[in-house]
């Protein structure tokens, strides 16, 4: 009897020295992760006059004006396999529970034609991450856009960065995921080529709600989650010219408002939203750059993968 209550008391200690071993190979640390916007390998900027070579044909020349967008639920991906999710800083002004506003613009230049600009800027996530320790970040993942729970609140009472009234639709719809406004000089070989808005508003749409009340789903939620091969110190690139390396400057606008809207029946979001990494379902004019054989049936282009973020 001594012998197996002397044995008792051993186990447990075996036990709890395990338990202790595991909770000390788990490493708290900060962690901060840069952003960058671009069009092609330069760095955007409200003072840059235009960028060119743009659009499907390579031949196009903009003035940007807006460059901002939303991301939330950021992880890191670990040498394990596993991923981890980046507890954000409650700062106030950039980051609100899981949401982080990605703000490029400082409201001078040609970014004072955009709405609402801010003389603020953001280029980082900075989080904490809880992490067994050895283990390496081999990865980045993170979905574009604000989250349903947040989205279709009142914006006027919402906390930043959830108040600007330039990356606000309505209730109903929501937020606009990001905002990429340039003018497009729709060169195309033509010395005389006019100059036209050209507005990508990501967001929400086909929701089952109007005016303001709050929408509980949508059936486009156009939300990619984003999966990069990422290690420390690595920057994210968030590149326009990829984004439009499929779309046709020179005719834009066939249908729809100026740009891409996100909404089924605008031709422009076809590539658009297939290179943000989203599949697009097309219901407008059967004549409407060619995205249609004049059915009703609703046609349903599949993204090949993302194309607006890269590392560097």
């Avoid at 507005?199 to 486009?220: E, K, M, Q, V, Y």
């Avoid at 740009?259 to 409407?288: H, K, Q, W």
């Amino acid at each position: 009897m001594k012998k197996i209550n002397l044995m008792i008391p051993l186990a447990f200690l075996s036990i709890l020295t395990f338990h202790c071993a595991n909770e000390e190979a788990t490493v708290k640390s900060d962690k901060t992760i840069n952003f960058s916007a671009k069009i092609g390998t330069e760095t955007f900027s409200c003072a840059t006059a235009t960028y060119s070579g743009l659009g499907s044909g390579a031949n196009d020349t903009i003035t940007q004006k807006d460059f901002r967008f939303y991301i939330h639920d950021v992880k890191l991906s670990g040498s394990n396999g596993t991923d981890y999710s980046l507890s954000l800083n409650q700062d106030g002004i950039w980051q609100y529970n899981s949401v982080v506003l990605l703000d490029f613009e400082d409201g001078t230049g040609n970014c004072t034609g955009t709405t609402a600009p801010t003389t603020g800027t953001n280029s980082q996530v900075k989080g904490s991450v809880e992490m067994p320790s050895g283990v390496s970040i081999t990865g980045i993942k993170f979905k574009l856009g604000v989250p349903l729970s947040l989205n279709h609140n009142d914006r006027a009472s919402a906390p930043a960065p959830l108040n600007n009234t330039g990356l606000y639709w309505a209730w109903s719809s929501g937020y606009k995921f990001a905002r990429l406004d340039f003018d497009s000089q729709r060169f195309d070989g033509n010395p005389d080529a006019t100059t036209a808005a050209f507005n990508i508003h990501l967001g929400s749409t086909r929701c089952n709600a109007s005016g303001t009340t709050a929408s509980t789903s949508c059936t486009d939620e156009n939300r990619p989650e984003i999966s990069l091969t990422y290690t420390e110190g690595q920057t994210v690139v968030a590149d326009l010219k990829k984004l439009l390396e499929d779309t046709d400057l020179a005719t834009a606008n066939a249908a729809g408002a100026p740009g891409c809207m996100s909404g089924n029946n605008d031709p422009e979001c076809r590539s658009v939203l297939n290179n943000f990494g989203i599949n697009f379902s097309y219901n407008g004019s059967s004549t409407a750059r060619g995205l249609s054989d004049g059915s009703t049936t609703i046609q349903t282009y599949n993204t090949s993968g993302q194309k607006f973020f890269r590392i560097e």
